[in-house]
């Protein structure tokens, strides 16, 4: 199961379970006990999230770009002719298989009730909606 959550609501242990903070920055003064995991490579870009923060693009764009940075093809990919890391295709099967056996709670900066946020993207992504 996946769920979706601000790293800044209550932390339920019963519910929870793994606490993923999705962002480039971990936020000063976030205490580390209010996540699991720390996996900045699943944030989107500081770019693509000024941007959309400013209202420079739509969110309709914003989703279309941030899907694209998760699965772009990085530099090492030029250097490596054999296995290729396709983006964060890995961790995103490692989080559907770990979704499958237990709950995973994706986490970000944004409010509780902020509905363009790219956790729910994420979450899509995982879940195979995307």
Not at 31 to 58: C, F, H, T
């Given at each position: 199961?996946?769920?979706?959550?601000?790293?800044?609501?209550?932390?339920?242990?019963?519910?929870?379970?793994?606490?993923?903070?999705?962002?480039?920055?971990?936020?000063?003064?976030?205490?580390?006990?209010?996540?699991?995991?720390?996996?900045?490579?699943?944030?989107?870009?500081?770019?693509?999230?000024?941007?959309?923060?400013?209202?420079?693009?739509?969110?309709?764009?914003?989703?279309?770009?941030?899907?694209?940075?998760?699965?772009?093809?990085?530099?090492?990919?030029?250097?490596?002719?054999?296995?290729?890391?396709?983006?964060?295709?890995?961790?995103?099967?490692?989080?559907?298989?770990?979704?499958?056996?237990?709950?995973?709670?994706?986490?970000?900066?944004?409010?509780e009730?902020?509905?363009?946020?790219?956790?729910?993207?994420l979450?899509?992504?995982?879940?195979?909606?995307?």
């Amino acid at each position: 199961m996946i769920r979706t959550k601000s790293v800044h609501s209550p932390v339920e242990p019963r519910t929870d379970g793994l606490r993923i903070l999705a962002a480039r920055l971990r936020g000063r003064g976030l205490p580390a006990d209010r996540y699991d995991v720390w996996m900045a490579n699943l944030g989107p870009s500081e770019k693509l999230l000024r941007e959309m923060q400013a209202g420079k693009i739509s969110w309709a764009h914003f989703r279309r770009s941030y899907r694209d940075e998760l699965f772009e093809d990085g530099s090492v990919d030029d250097r490596n002719r054999t296995i290729k890391n396709h983006g964060q295709k890995f961790t995103l099967r490692l989080l559907q298989h770990l979704a499958r056996s237990q709950t995973i709670t994706l986490l970000c900066h944004c409010a509780e009730d902020q509905r363009h946020c790219h956790r729910h993207v994420l979450k899509e992504i995982v879940s195979g909606k995307i």
